[in-house]
C-alpha cells in the first residue's frame, strides 16, 4: 500500500505533463530491481485507451504489485513521455559500478528508440547483457482528439446514405 500511494505522489507531481505513457521500475528489501513494467496509451488523446501522466503512472505502479508480489518495497518511473512515438526500455549490467542498469529510449521510429536506448545504457557504463526487454507505441497529448463516431455507426449511415440514394 505504501509503494501505491508513494507512486501516486509521484505521478501527482508529474501531472503537469500530460503524459502518454510510463515506466516503472520495483525494488525489493536489499534495493535489487525485482520487476520493470510499463503502461501505454493504445488509442489518440480521447479516446477509450489513451492516459494522462497520473493514469499512465498508476497503472504502471499497480501492475509492479501483481508482477513482483511481496517482494516489492519500492516503486521508482523512470520514464513518461507527454509525445507520440515509439518506445524501447533496455537493461544491461554495468560490470565497473556492480549494477543492473534500465534506460528508456524513444523515437520517431521503433530503430531510433532502440539505438537511444542501447546509447543511453552504455553512456551508463554498462558493458554486459545489453538487450531490449520492451519495445513499443504510444499516443501522447500530441496526438490530437480521436474521432467519435465508431466504425459500425459510420458504415450503417453509408449504408443508409445508400439505400436512400437507390430509392430515388
Known amino acids: 500500500m505504501k509503494v501505491f500511494i508513494f507512486g501516486s505522489l509521484v505521478c501527482l507531481i508529474a501531472r503537469q505533463v500530460q503524459a502518454g505513457d510510463a515506466v516503472a521500475i520495483g525494488y525489493k528489501y536489499d534495493g535489487v530491481w525485482t520487476a520493470v513494467t510499463y ?3 493504445s488509442t489518440p488523446k480521447g479516446g ?3 492516459h494522462d501522466a497520473v493514469q499512465a503512472c498508476t497503472f504502471a505502479v499497480r501492475d509492479l504489485h501483481v508482477r513482483a508480489n511481496d517482494y516489492l518495497v519500492r516503486a521508482e518511473i523512470i520514464g513518461k513521455s507527454d509525445r507520440t512515438g515509439y518506445v524501447a526500455v533496455a537493461r544491461g549490467k ?3 559500478k556492480n549494477k543492473d542498469v534500465t534506460a528508456v529510449g524513444r523515437g520517431k521510429s521503433q530503430a531510433e528508440a ?4 542501447l546509447a543511453l545504457l552504455n553512456a551508463n557504463g554498462v558493458t554486459e547483457n ?3 526487454v520492451y519495445r513499443y507505441f504510444s499516443y501522447g497529448a500530441d496526438s490530437g482528439a480521436r474521432q467519435t463516431t465508431s466504425r459500425h455507426a459510420r458504415h450503417a449511415q453509408r449504408a443508409h446514405v445508400s439505400k436512400v440514394a ?3
Open 39 to 41: 503502461n501505454r496509451s
Open 48 to 50: 477509450p485507451h489513451y
Open 94 to 96: 554495468a560490470i565497473a
Open 114 to 117: 532502440d539505438q537511444k536506448a
Open 130 to 132: 545489453e538487450q531490449i
Open 166 to 168: 437507390s430509392h430515388m
